[in-house]
């Protein structure tokens, strides 16, 4: 099998090694006398150990070289790409069943005992037991249902409701809240809420743009400070953490001893006492507060290098703007695939097999495969939504990946449109892997939640432990799992393998440094979430100040709440693109002291990531030796 080169940008072609003598090709797996395919769980390196390593070590392994982003790509992972097309075709056949069987105006407007759309002309059927189906009821938009004292339920439309009746979504309600409710309602004042705070945002919407404006300038702000000022942030919230644990715990063990001399005095009854619970809280917090402090303490290197990481990503965005843009495309996608979920489920519902029951009414019944849609709609959002979100994470990771093993990074050009070309080209059926994957984990925690429902009215308290339980691993699976995702399509962009190499090799490289993936999850993590906490606490405050004051509004709160809520979404739009892009340049490092030794062969990393390698001494000294090897 002829051997495909890997070419990195700024970087000399590989030389091949000596006949016979294993190399790894673009898929990440190796070939030599004995080929292997570039198949999903093909063999791969036998360890993925990411801990720099000394020149010695790097000349002894054969598996080095001085290239590590791929560019001469294969496609990967075709089957899983042909097994998404066949959810697709499978869900357009059954969606197609559906709108056969149905009529969205059903669930819209509602219909009568005999099968009469409301509001509605509806057609004949040929069957004379459903004579009395199809009718001009036009004139009639809302549906009234009535129950009969023995219990029957009659449907029936009407031309209006009537005044101790209110339409909502095209039904007549009777008006049976007590009066109790009422008064309660208008001391509070909210009888006529929704039309006093819809009137309220008519009159606030030019503020909203503004505080929408406000919050993106914010967000845009917080970005530049974690590249400049990120060591104050999180020392800051470490601090702060600290203080808080320390503090909890020394109130916490003088309000049991206060407790405990009031008792003692006989001030205050035993029995009343509560010396045993603020014990129990003592206890607790101060464990919290030691494990706290010995986390600090063994992680205060990783730590640094986490402040690194947000430098670094802050380069990355300032060298491609274009990365942030790719939140908001994503998320738009995501939108309009909840729209029309929510638009195939009105089809699914009021689809169904006509029938007439004992008291001549005509319902719609569904059968197993309109049963078996409803379940299929779900598992085909679950992994339309997860197929998006890897899209963004592929592409992220892409062109993150080829700036950093870019020497030059003033040659490297439109890194993210290039990124977009790879993941379409090449490795759909990665991200379709993954989403399937995902999809199957959530369908079935959806159907154990669904059980869980159904077994309200049963008093079997093992069978709800029993599920409750698989439900938690499920959930627990689902993060790691998607945790995993993310980083196996960190390293497919990487070296252009499938979605088992990638899981692997992605492993592999997390648990060799699990003290680091700790440290960058979890104040990387925080600090990020601060981040977006301050774009929203900002947003509402310079609300207050615009809307507060603004006259003619019922409701001041309605849309300072609102203009909260649009914050937290540009915030997280914006920030949390940080936060894979740590994920991708963490990686990019790891794999860079692997494969590299920094003297024989130069490091791709910047100078400040060498002062986290073993042989940092070593590689700075070159790098001031040989500055061209150096990334600016």
């Known amino acids: ?22 190399q790894e090709d673009s898929f990440g797996c190796f070939q030599g006398s004995s080929a292997t395919m570039g198949c999903c769980c093909c063999a791969d390196e036998p360890s993925s150990k990411v801990e720099p390593g000394t020149p010695e070590h790097g000349e002894m392994s054969s598996r080095h070289s001085d290239q590590v982003f791929v560019s001469d790509r294969s496609c990967t992972d075709i089957l899983p790409l042909l097994v998404l097309i066949g959810v697709v075709v499978g869900f357009g056949f ?58 029957t339920k009659s449907r029936e439309c009407v031309r209006s409701c009537t005044t101790d009746q209110v339409a909502i979504l095209n039904r007549c309600i009777p008006k049976q ?116 402090l010995l986390i600090v303490l063994v992680m205060r290197k990783r730590i640094a290098l986490v402040m690194q990481l947000f430098r670094e990503a802050g380069k990355a965005v300032y060298a ?11 998320y738009l996608l995501i939108g309009f695939t909840v729209c029309a979920w929510v638009y195939c489920i009105l089809w699914i519902e009021s ?30 959002f679950f992994v339309t939504c997860e197929f998006l979100l ?41 991200i379709a892997f993954g989403a399937l994957v995902i999809g199957i984990i959530r369908l079935i925690r959806a159907v154990i939640s669904y059980v869980q429902n159904r077994l309200k009215n049963y008093n079997n308290d093992f069978v709800r432990m029993l599920l409750w339980c698989c439900h938690c691993c499920f959930w627990c699976f689902e993060c790691a799992l998607k945790y995993l995702t993310r980083n196996a399509y960190i390293e497919t962009a990487i070296y252009g393998c499938n979605f088992c190499t990638g899981g692997r090799k992605a492993f592999q490289a997390l648990s060799s440094n699990i003290l680091r993936v700790v440290a960058i999850n979890s104040v990387g993590d925080f600090v990020l979430f601060l981040g977006k906490v301050l774009v929203v606490t ?95």
């Open 538 to 632: 900002l947003t509402v405050v310079s609300g207050i100040y615009l809307i507060q004051k603004k006259e003619g509004l019922h409701y001041p709160w309605v849309p300072i709440a609102l203009a909260g809520l649009f914050a937290f979404l540009v915030a997280h739009c914006f920030i949390s693109i940080y936060e894979m892009i740590i994920d991708t340049i963490f990686l990019c490092f790891c794999e860079d002291c692997e494969k590299n030794d920094g003297i024989n062969r130069p490091y791709f990393m910047s100078r400040g990531l060498m002062e986290f390698v073993e042989n940092s001494k070593k590689a700075l000294n070159y790098v001031d030796h040989h500055p061209s090897t150096a990334q600016l």
């Open 1 to 22: 099998m002829e051997m495909l080169s890997m070419e990195t940008d700024g970087s000399p072609p590989r030389s091949t090694g000596p006949p016979g003598q294993d």
């Open 177 to 292: 809240i007590p009066e109790t409710a009422i008064s309660f309602l208008r001391k509070l004042g909210l009888d006529n809420f929704y039309d006093e705070a819809s009137r309220d945002i008519g009159v606030a919407w030019k503020e909203l743009v503004y505080l929408l404006l406000i919050a993106l300038a914010i967000s845009l702000g917080i970005l530049i400070a974690f590249r400049y000022m990120v060591q104050w942030v999180v020392y800051i919230v470490l601090i702060g953490v600290i203080l808080a644990c320390v503090g909890g715990s020394a109130y916490l063990w003088l309000a049991w001893y206060a407790e405990k001399k009031a008792v003692e005095a006989g001030e205050i009854p035993e029995d009343d006492s509560s010396q045993q619970a603020y014990f129990i809280y003592a206890i607790i917090l101060s464990t919290i507060t030691v494990i706290t």
């Open 94 to 151: 059954l969606l197609s069943v559906a709108v056969e069987k149905g009529d969205i105006y059903r669930i819209i407007n509602g219909y009568d005992n005999c099968a009469n759309v409301c509001g509605r002309v509806t057609l004949h059927e040929i069957d004379p037991q459903f004579a009395c189906k199809g009718a001009d009821m036009t004139k009639n938009g809302y549906q009234l249902i009535t129950v009969a004292p023995n219990g």
């Open 351 to 380: 689809a169904g097999n006509i029938y007439m029951n004992k008291k001549n009414h005509i319902h719609f019944r569904k059968d197993a495969v309109l049963i078996a849609s409803r379940w299929y709609n779900l598992f085909f």
């Open 390 to 430: 890897g899209c963004q994470h592929m592409v992220v990771a892409c062109a993150v990946a080829r700036w950093f093993f870019t020497r030059d990074k003033k040659r490297l050009s439109l890194a993210v449109t290039r990124g977009f070309g790879y993941l379409t080209r090449y490795h759909l059926g990665t």
């Open 320 to 330: 491609m703007p274009a990365l942030l843009l790719q939140p908001i495309y994503t």
